[in-house]
């Protein structure tokens, strides 16, 4: 048994929990919060050193900038660490500062992974290394970004609200077409707003400040609608993602090929955890066999992912 | 330099050839076939232990059981050897033959990679391992079959033919929006034909003897379309590929998902070459880290297959 200690219980923390409680080579060995949780297996995170003896590793779940970059480098002196740190401007440096941490107090962190970084990354990567004369494409959703939809709340007359980005199928298509084009990430998207006002609230006004809000909705195409909390609530609710990498290129110098993977995901915390589980295993697999300091998926083999052995992989192969 | 020893002339041999004259890190250092080739860097298949010393690893590019299941254990007792070897029924009795001879001789085979076995495998082991309450699909095409196609040249009549793989758009639909569904491989695809047949054959009894071939034609869908040799020479003369690898499942028990990887090639071989020699990079290094016997794409962590620096692969995570 993996024993696996959860550290933040927001969406993916319970994500987390949940993915471990379903299947048989984990167990959740604490849940480590700021905040008093009522809840089965809380522990104060202050008092987390005393539970070293009963923990392989610690998947972090906080948000990335405002708990990852400090919990990290604290955590690795004494666990091992897996985490979805997602500031991509910031991967490179935290990188570095992890595997310092990690080689000199003998653990071992895998960090960035998820979907994106992660599973994106690593599509990435290979799509690089097999079509080294090539070029890749990224394009997120249709997804609900939380950032976003969290600006359009914060508007005067604004009581809730859901933001979708949204890849532009023509965009999809010139790709998937080889079509000559300067591909422009805010171009590529668009912004899907539902919004619900006060009574009496000028819509007009909210449209045109969302619509003009500088990064957020300002460089993109932006669609509005304005529904009742109750629509809202029924239909807008799930934290839906999904999106494409793609990378086209010329094969051996000649032959035109298309790799694209894609994920649609009900719930992006449910898949990033799953996908966290599944590099978790990979980190205490590593970590027993006296790795240290920092990892990425580009460190992971694919075997080290699974619960089958590698005779029953052979059959996937 | 990495110098690879090329084994083999037909089409993916000839594509090697291409993908390693256009990178920087590899080059051609042989070209050994059994029959003569009037081409630069030729030698003579039954000479090749005379040039050990100046091979780093081959490339092996017969067909899977004529070439490979003999060439592949005995030409591992000198070189560290790769191969495409996709006769997936055999692949795990092959692997531990393989393991056995690397391992009684200090070198290194790296099997069954391209893109089915290959990339293909490694989205089904990575689907299963996120995504383990779940199903996986594997579709093909739209894609040349040389054995299907060389089966309708048999046909008394019949002048020249290319049979197309192509998978059902309304098949990939279903799984795409997770309908229940039995799904049959030989119902999820259909097989398009286009034949040149002699003057004054009857087509008739030619597309009744190409729809009723057993194993070939019968369990499928076929559709046989009677064009001019100038036709099938100006349009149907390319070797086309692709197909789908798609994982449905329960992320962490709970939010549907969806991962899918997709190829379209404009040519097999040049695609499998570019894989090949990804892979041959990999092997080359974990050769150099000291690792004897037999691998697969489960034992290959990303960060070998690319020329890149670690700290520029970073970069694309």
Redesign the interface.
């Known amino acids: 048994m993996i024993r696996v200690g959860i550290v933040g219980y927001g969406n993916l923390g319970r ?2 929990k ?2 471990i ?3 048989s080579d984990m167990e959740v060995a604490g849940i480590f919060s700021r905040r008093k949780l009522d809840i089965d297996l809380y522990r104060p995170l202050e008092n987390i050193n005393e539970y070293k003896d009963q923990i392989d590793l610690l998947i972090l779940c906080g948000s990335s900038d405002k708990d990852i970059l400090s919990q990290g480098p604290e955590l690795l002196k004494s666990f091992n660490t897996l985490d979805s740190f997602d500031n ?1 401007a910031k ?2 440096d935290y ?1 570095h500062e992890m595997d310092n941490i990690g080689k000199e107090n003998g653990n071992l962190a895998l960090i ?1 992974t998820g979907w994106d ?1 992660g ?1 994106f ?6 799509g ?6 090539g070029k890749y494409f990224t394009l997120w959703g249709k997804g609900v970004s939380q950032g976003h939809s969290a600006a359009v709340r914060s508007i005067d007359g604004v009581l809730d609200a859901t933001q979708y980005t949204i890849p532009k199928p023509e965009i999809l298509d010139k790709i ?1 077409k080889d079509e000559e084009f300067d591909f422009d990430s805010h171009k590529a998207h668009l912004r899907e707003v539902y919004a619900v006002v006060e009574d009496g609230a000028d819509r007009k006004i909210i449209e045109e400040k969302i619509k003009t809000m500088p990064d957020y909705f300002a460089p993109y195409e932006t669609f509005v609608h304005f529904i009742s909390q109750e629509d809202l609530d029924k239909n807008h609710k799930k934290m839906v993602h ?1 999106g494409h990498v793609i990378r086209r290129g ?18 992006n ?3 990033t ?3 966290d ?2 590099y978790a ?1 990979a980190l205490y697999r590593l970590a027993k066999e006296g790795k240290k300091g920092a990892i ?8 080290y ?4 052995s ?2 029953s ?5």
Chains 1, 2 share one sequence.
Do not use: C, W
């Not at 992989?313 to 192969?317: A, E, Q, R, V, Y």
């Open positions: 994500s987390v949940k993915g409680d379903a299947i991509h991967i490179k990188f960035s970084p599973l990354s690593l599509n990435r990567i290979i690089q290394a097999v079509l080294p004369d998937r999904g010329k094969a051996s110098g000649e032959g035109n090929a298309l790799m694209e993977f894609n994920l649609d995901l009900e719930s915390p449910d898949f955890a799953a996908v589980i599944a295993r990425t998926v580009l460190d992971v083999a694919p075997k992912l699974s619960e089958e590698y005779d992989l052979l059959n996937f192969i």
